[in-house]
Nanobody
Framework: QVQLVESGGGLVQPGGSLRLSCAAS????????MGWYRQAPGKQRELVAD???????NYADSVKGRFTISRDSAKNTVYLQMNSLKPEDTAVYYC??????????WGQGTQVTVSS
């Protein structure tokens, strides 16, 4: 029903940068919130950052000052710029969207590995 397509994951050394992208399908009625979650082995999935249709942002304390979430409304796409990456950032990153009638969509996940 709702498809989110993610890209941009990969392997990077500590201190490096990656930019994740997530494009939502046109089947959404409208999008209220888009965000990024991550899940590392043995850990619960956690919110990394999200952004509302009005541009308000929210970040996990662990990524404040390093990650930036942004949105291109025309392309129905959300981005996550990740700088100063640490090994603890290693996880599968998932895009999530909630539309105006309460439908939730998840991306397939993209692997981010931070290692020397």
């Amino acid at each position: 029903q709702v498809q989110l397509v993610e890209s941009g994951g990969g392997l990077v050394q500590p201190g490096g940068s990656l930019r994740l992208s997530c494009a939502a399908s046109k089947t959404f009625f409208s999008i209220n919130v888009m965000g990024w979650y991550r899940q590392a082995p043995g850990k619960q999935r956690e919110l990394v950052a999200d952004i509302t249709s009005g541009g308000s942002t929210n970040y996990a304390d662990s990524v404040k000052g390093r990650f930036t979430i942004s949105r291109d409304s025309a392309k129905n796409t959300v981005y996550l710029q990740m700088n100063s990456l640490k090994p603890e950032d290693t996880a599968v990153y998932y895009c999530k969207a909630i539309d105006g009638i309460g439908r939730i969509g998840w991306g397939q996940g993209t692997q981010v590995t931070v290692s020397s």
